[in-house]
């Protein structure tokens, strides 16, 4: 994409040129000759309404999972999430082989065992990846959404980016139905562990088995914090944080 070298940046259009400003400096492209309205109906452009739709229903569906666990999320920095996500619900939307082209769903291609294995173990920190930051099998029990690190040791399981003193677990069990876009979600309390401790047995229990018919979601977070002048803090913004997704059923 060509980059603005003037002194001058603009952002707007002029004649078939638009000018505009993206986190890496501003860029200019040339506008579409292609008007909307022939590409809502002229059949040369078939194949272009069908990408269209399936890329909508992979758009609302990521929406709706990331709004499903927003709390979770909320303690994790990555700015690759959002197209990371949707090139993964595109790879499970290609698993519906049910619907014909165009009408192809993220929903049908996670009710298959293939789709849920390609949901399984997605990271929502592509810079710190669970296996990176916790080096310890997880023991799961998926009716209770239970989650137990057994001796836990921190200084051996566990990674520690400069400044961290503590770390918190936390687990989370989602039921997110895609195509009637309801979702539960159920956290356990905050499990906050120093650094420095001893090996330990840790058990995250969600408050409650979450409601509804749709696919089950397991998750860890694993939160970094400083302590300092007597208070906690989190370390970072959230860019050693990991999140990641431990099962899907």
Do not use: C, W
Not at 97 to 111: C, I
Not at 213 to 238: F, S, T, W
């Amino acid at each position: 994409m060509p980059k603005q070298s003037s002194i001058i940046k603009i952002e707007g259009s002029i004649d078939d040129l638009t000018f505009y400003k993206t986190k890496n400096g501003y860029r200019v492209r040339k506008k579409s000759g292609i008007s909307g309205d022939r590409i809502a109906k002229d059949p040369a452009f078939a194949r272009t309404r069908e990408n269209n739709r399936e890329f909508g229903d992979m758009a609302r569906a990521g929406k709706l999972f990331r709004r499903a666990i927003i709390d979770m999320m909320a303690g994790v920095q990555d700015d690759t999430i959002v197209p990371r996500l949707m090139r993964k619900f595109a790879a499970i939307k290609n698993l519906d082989a049910t619907s014909v082209r165009g009408e192809r769903t993220v929903a049908l291609g996670l009710d298959t065992d293939e789709g849920k294995s390609l949901l399984r173990g997605f990271d929502f920190n592509k810079g710190a990846p669970l296996q990176s930051v916790l080096r310890k099998e997880v023991e799961l029990d998926p009716e209770t959404g239970a989650v137990t690190l057994t001796d836990l040791d921190p200084g051996t399981h566990l990674s520690r980016p400069e400044g961290a003193t503590h770390v918190t677990f936390r687990s989370g069990f989602l039921n997110i139905g895609l195509d009637t876009e309801e979702a539960d979600l159920s956290l356990s309390a905050g499990e906050n562990v120093s650094l420095n401790e001893e090996a330990a047995t840790i058990t995250l229990v969600p408050d409650s088995v979450p409601e509804g018919d749709g696919v089950r979601v397991h998750l860890l977070l694993v939160e970094y914090y400083q302590a300092l002048n007597g208070g906690i803090y989190p370390l970072n913004n959230g860019a050693h944080n990991a999140l990641s997704i431990l099962e899907v059923a």
